[in-house]
């Protein structure tokens, strides 16, 4: 797993690459910790256009990131998911809190 | 006569395994011609049921095997993952979505809901002597040699 990051207009872009499972979750949860608690924007973007597998485990990832963002108000977004991830995205609801942008 | 072949395969309950376990799976299961859709499917259930044994099945440290078998049927793939761990104390309670028995490491609760929605069908056993997840799903456009 490998995670870019940019801030523009108030918007911190992430860009996942890789697979997300069981053995990049810890890794993926730090590093996105760590740029998340920079107080230089006002919401995230997440680009998925790079992730080439994700299991359940990236639900879990993801809803973590929301509890600790929720708290200080500043929204998540996904965009560009692949037609997998948005599967398993549909099938647990993640879109009713971290809803897809194009 | 049906087409029939199988393999098996055991390693480590690491988490660093379960790449190779989906590549695996799918490596094998190409003989059978399946679309990229039911390749991605069959890689997550796989992935869901390694990642339940990485996670449940051996929790003092110790981490023991995980036995992982395919077998192909004419043009349908069963897929067998055990271990010899623990064990699952409520079977019932551990297939409810979003039921997770480590709410605090930020876990979905959702692989056995992903298993039944990318299979076909889903088995579990499992006694204090390990678990066995069982699943299988039909290729639709399978095309495979018929062998003796």
Redo the contacts between chains.
């Keep these: 797993m490998q995670i870019k990051s940019r801030v523009h207009n108030n918007t911190l872009y992430v860009l996942l690459c890789g697979e997300l499972d069981e053995h990049t979750a810890s890794y993926t949860k730090s590093t996105l910790d760590e740029l998340f608690v920079k107080p230089n924007f006002q919401k995230i973007v997440i680009d998925l256009s790079e992730l080439s597998f994700m299991d359940s485990t990236g639900i879990g990832v993801l809803i973590g990131r929301y509890k600790k963002m929720k708290g200080k108000n500043i929204p998540i977004f996904i965009c560009n998911p692949s037609q997998h991830a948005e599967k398993i995205f549909k099938m647990t609801g993640l879109y009713e809190i971290m809803p897809k942008i194009v | 006569m049906k087409y029939s072949n199988f393999m098996e395969v055991t390693f480590k309950a690491l ?2 395994n ?2 190779f376990a ?1 590549v695996c799976v799918a490596s094998f299961c190409v003989q059978l011609n399946p679309s990229v ?1 039911e390749i ?1 499917d069959i ?2 259930a796989v ?2 049921a390694v ?1 339940n044994c ?2 449940h099945a051996y929790p003092n440290g110790n981490k023991g095997d995980i036995k992982l078998r395919c077998e192909l049927e004419g043009g349908t793939i069963t897929i067998t993952v055990q271990d010899k761990g623990v064990g699952i104390k409520d079977i019932e309670k551990a297939r409810e979505p979003f039921y997770t028995s480590k709410p605090s ?4 609760g ?2 056995f ?2 298993m039944e ?1 990318f299979m076909d069908n889903v088995e579990v056993f499992s006694n204090s002597f390990g678990t066995t997840i069982k699943m299988s799903k039909k290729i639709l456009n399978s095309s495979c040699e018929v062998v003796g």
Excluded: A, W
Aim: no cysteine; glycine share 8%.
């Design positions: 988490s660093i379960e790449g989906r859709d991605t890689k997550t992935s869901e990642t990485v996670v490491e930020e876990r979905s959702m692989g809901t992903v929605s």
